[in-house]
């Protein structure tokens, strides 16, 4: 997987590595089981502390996105199934509130916002039953 870090963005390098890693997920860009660079390795390609790379993959694994083994390293988890739970919607209304409200304040339409939103969804493979 090939990351796009923005060092000059408002959003933490931490938050854009776990937002691409599991965008990369939902895409299959990243399969199940998957290993992922080694902690000094990341940091190293992308030219950035071992730290923030540690606190990504920490933070994965504590949401279950990864798998962290001392001798094989860290891996797409094989067996991944992350749940809708009413801490994650909970979340998820506070994290829509906040972009809907400066998007409103910027003057998206709506519709404009709707069809965005349909647009992203679109982009990742249907799951069963769907």
Do not use: C
Request: glycine share 8%.
């Amino acid at each position: 997987m090939f990351l796009h870090i923005q060092f000059e963005s408002e959003v933490p390098i931490y938050q854009q590595i776990k937002n691409q890693i599991i965008r990369g997920i939902a895409l299959g860009e990243l399969k199940l089981g998957e290993d992922l660079p080694s902690v000094r390795q990341l940091a190293s390609d992308i030219g950035i502390n071992f730290h923030t790379v540690n606190k990504v993959y920490n933070q994965l694994k504590q949401e279950g996105w990864v798998v962290i083994h001392r001798k094989s390293g860290v891996m797409i988890n094989p067996e991944l199934k992350v749940e809708k739970t009413p801490e994650y919607i909970e979340g998820l209304e506070e994290l829509l509130k906040t972009v809907t409200a400066e998007a409103y304040l910027r003057g998206v339409t709506k519709e404009e916002f709707i069809q965005w939103i349909e647009n992203n969804y679109a982009g990742y493979p249907l799951r069963e039953g769907e």
